[in-house]
Structure formats: C-alpha cells, structure tokens
C-alpha cells in the first residue's frame, strides 16, 4: 500500500513558477514510476509527466521546456517544477504510482487527493 500526499498549489499569475510535492509513505517506493496528471474543470484527467524509478522522464507536449519531474528516492518524495506557467496549466494537480513509467491513468494504482493550480491572466 502507497499513500501519496500533494502540496504546493496555489494562485500563481502568468509567466510565474510553483514547485509540487508529493510525499509518498512505504517502504516500497523506489520501485514505483511516478507521475504528475492534471484535470481542468470539465475536462478529463490528463498526463503530464512521469518518471521511472531509475529516472527517465516523459512529458506532454505542451509542458516540454517548461516543467520538470524529479524524484529524491531518500525522501520519498516527487517533484513537479512548474515555469513559465500559462492560463491552460490551471487544473487540479494529482501525483500517482505504478509499476511502470506510462501516459495512461489506468495503469497508475495510488492516487493522491489533488492539489489546485491556479494560473491568472
């Protein structure tokens, strides 16, 4: 069992920068991917990056440049570091674990509570 724990959200104008936290219990998370998915208001959840547990990373499109996955397996703990920050970045933020470093959200077995990202123009 993996209990994750998100923070770091927050009103942030555009251009500006936040950096999520995801705090992960368990002795067994260095063998988890973890990843970063979003939900916009009336939107569906989307990916947004993931990194393996030997740190390869993946993103989408539209945050390539401009966001960064990290892990520090010491801490248990995963990273999204978030520049540049655009009105469209605005959803509630999710960090998840799975087996596997991928894009889609089935595959992902723990999932936190969400953090809100809120980008003003």
């Known amino acids: 069992q993996v209990q994750l724990v998100e923070s770091g959200g927050g009103l942030v104008q555009a251009g500006g920068s936040l950096r999520l936290s995801c705090a992960a219990s368990?002795?067994?998370?260095?063998?988890?991917?973890m990843g970063w998915f979003r939900q916009a208001p009336g939107k569906e959840r989307e990916f947004v990056a993931t990194?393996?547990?030997?740190?390869?990373?993946y993103y989408r499109d539209s945050v390539k440049g401009r966001f960064t996955i990290s892990r520090d397996n010491a801490k248990n703990t995963v990273y999204l570091q978030m520049n540049s920050l655009k009105p469209e970045d605005t959803a509630v933020y999710y960090c998840?674990?799975?087996?596997?470093?991928?894009?889609?959200?089935?595959?992902?077995?723990?999932w936190g509570q969400g953090t809100q990202v809120t980008v003003s123009s």
């Open positions: 998840a674990a799975s087996k596997l470093a991928t894009r889609t959200s089935g595959l992902y077995d723990y």
């Open positions: 368990g002795r067994t998370f260095t063998t988890y991917a």
């Open positions: 990194i393996s547990w030997s740190g390869s990373t």
